[in-house]
């Protein structure tokens, strides 16, 4: 089981380290680990989504923290939010 706080560090770092450019909020945590976190952003589909996604889960690896991408759902239309 990943402490909260420690979540709460990685996703303070993310934001950092990216700026305007991706912001990511913890949504929820499972007692069964699954966490969903919301990205919000002035994200360019040609620059690779996927990657700012992806960061967060290095940062937590760094730190020991497994971590799969399970979902990644787009918004429709004029909406820009971002969820895992």
């Known amino acids: 089981m990943v402490r909260e706080n420690i979540l709460e560090d990685i996703v303070e770092l993310y934001n950092k ?6 912001q990511a909020k913890i949504l929820e945590i499972k007692n069964n680990g699954i966490v ?9 589909h ?3 989504v996927r990657d700012w996604l992806e960061d967060l889960a290095y940062l937590a690896q760094s730190r020991g ?7 990644m759902v787009e918004p429709r239309g004029e909406e820009r939010d971002f969820k895992r």
């Open 17 to 22: 380290l990216h700026g305007v450019e991706a």
């Open 36 to 44: 969903f976190v919301e990205f919000k952003g002035s994200f360019c």
């Open 46 to 48: 040609t620059c690779g």
């Open 65 to 71: 923290i497994h971590v799969e991408l399970v979902e």
